[in-house]
């Protein structure tokens, strides 16, 4: 898998500098704004998560098909809107589940082959030459191919793997439903600190820096890193909320004092 990720760091090179920029700076300054203050728009966050999962989902799961990813889309958004709380459950535990596999899927992960082969040396020698157009196309056969390795990597994992990840998930499910509060303010900045990290990835591509070989590395600092940033955000998040709370009772309560006296004469 390590091999995967370097090819596609020294195909990147070679990409379009508005497909590495763009969408660079669009996942950091909003994996910035979920990360520290994701919680004041919960309602607008939740459907654009639900929207992004359901996309995901639909694409790589259900079926490679621009159809099923608009619809899983729409389902999924709707969903996280209207049923917020069963929501967050879901992402709790999907969250943890995804932990978990990469956890106990690290063995595996390395074993994986090709599933569809990537003509590296075509992309090689286009590195410089690369346009807006094909840059994208490289790229989706990039995710596509990273697809295929997943599902290749789940079907050589024992099931009692799987039995432990699905016991993660439903324990996570019920923290998410008892603790809906920090489960909320815990993916909040679990996702804001995962775009970030991406952001900076995709920055740092452009600029040439092979950030994927420094992470690769550096797992442990990295993942100390990523760590930290959560538990700052869930903590920061968690007291804004706190403190909201507390000025909107204060203020219910002066208007409340204010109609006393009215309600008298």
Known sequence: MLEFFQNFEQAAAGFA????????????????FIWLGGLGFRRTLFALVGAISGAICGFFIISRSIISAAVSTGLTALIAIIFQKVF??????????????????????????????IDQDKISHQSSTLSVSESIEAAKTYAVDFG??????????????WAIIAVLAIIFIIVGFLLWRLASALCC??????????????????????????????????????????????IEQLLLWHHAERRTIMEKQTEEDKDEPEQKT
């Open 17 to 32: 500098p508005v497909v590495l920029i763009v969408p660079g700076l669009l996942a950091l300054i909003v994996g910035l």
């Open 88 to 117: 967050i459950a879901i992402l709790t535990a999907a969250l943890a589940a995804i932990l978990g596999f990469v956890l106990l899927a690290r063995p595996y992960l390395n074993e994986a082959s090709e599933a569809a082969p």
């Open 148 to 161: 295929n390795r997943i599902r290749q990597t789940c079907s050589q994992m024992p099931a009692y793997n």
């Open 189 to 234: 900045s679990a996702l804001g600190t995962t775009l970030v990290f991406m952001g900076m990835i995709l920055l740092l591509l452009y600029k040439g820096s092979a950030p994927i070989s420094k992470i690769y590395n550096r797992t442990s600092f990295c993942a100390i890193v990523f760590t930290a940033m959560t538990a700052f955000g869930t």
